[in-house]
């Protein structure tokens, strides 16, 4: 659920005053928050921001196209490796299954393969 347009963005006030300060002396220093909830203002176009996504900062350039949104979004908690089962498996390794006969395409622990074998 979203906040009340009543009591306005959530902007976090050490934040804000660490940006204010960074805009004032135009240097490109990184600023570290822990504050994912603070939603990006205007002021903070052009500022470096390292937000805390649980484990380490995630350095995070503030362009106009964030304005409105907040910190947290822009530096994901978990991790994607990847599916698990054996067709990532097969895709990973770039094999095809062991028990399959090229030359059939039919797995050779089937009757049908036993069958074909025999036929040879």
């Known amino acids: 659920m979203s906040r009340s347009s009543k009591k306005g963005p959530y902007i976090d006030p050490r934040v804000y005053k660490k940006v204010v300060a960074a805009k004032k002396t135009g240097g490109k220093m990184l600023i570290k928050t822990w504050s994912r909830a603070c939603v990006i203002f205007p002021e903070m176009v052009g500022v470096t921001m390292a937000v805390h996504n649980g484990k380490e900062h995630i350095p995070i350039f503030v362009v106009e196209d964030m304005i409105g949104h907040k910190l947290g979004e822009f530096s994901p908690t978990r991790k994607f490796r990847r599916h698990g089962g054996r067709m990532a498996k097969e895709e990973e390794t770039g094999s095809s ?17 036993r069958k074909n074998q025999n036929d040879k």
């Open 97 to 113: 299954p062991k028990n399959v006969d090229q030359n059939a395409n039919i797995p050779t622990g089937s009757a049908k393969a």
